[in-house]
């Protein structure tokens, strides 16, 4: 049914959860996966209209890319141990949601597996939900774990 699965993960443990299952699909079917990370651009951090150093920033965003590579390498490493076809891609994105789409899309896979954090009320309102976002602007299906 299913030829090519994006993965794509925040690094979380619920994230984990969602590579275990989308890898475990993508070995039943016979499918490819794509292990994905939105990296978010480093915040333009101004305190009084002073800029952070450009050592610091530099520095931030060396972590930055470092947990992206880590968090996909998770990905791949369920991948391997299960004998499933993997490519990773990690974007840098300020609308994790929208790349996680365009990822999809520009890959051909056919659908996305993703976790969700569950968050509810004021604090899914003030948070946001990549998840609920992706679930309303996928043309794709999209598998939601918890």
């Known amino acids: 049914m299913f030829k090519h699965i994006l993965i794509p993960t925040d690094g979380s443990a619920v994230a984990a959860k ?12 016979g499918a ?17 209209g002073i800029a952070i150093p450009q050592e610091l920033a530099a520095e931030l965003d060396r972590r930055s890319h470092e947990y992206a590579a ?13 004998g499933v076809a993997f490519e990773p891609l990690v974007v840098k994105s300020l609308e994790p949601y929208q790349a996680i789409i365009d990822a999809a ?42």
């Open 18 to 29: 969602a590579i275990q299952a989308g890898v475990t699909l993508a070995k039943e079917m």
């Open 32 to 48: 490819k996966v794509t292990g994905f990370y939105a990296e978010g651009p480093l915040a333009q951090l101004h305190k009084g």
């Open 70 to 82: 880590r968090s996909v390498a998770e990905i791949e490493k369920a991948a391997k141990a299960a």
């Open 105 to 146: 899309t520009d890959r051909k896979c056919d659908v996305i597996c993703m976790a969700s954090h569950g968050h509810r009320g004021l604090v899914g309102l003030v948070l946001g939900s990549v998840t609920n976002k992706v679930l309303t602007h996928s043309k794709i299906p999209v598998v939601v774990f918890r």
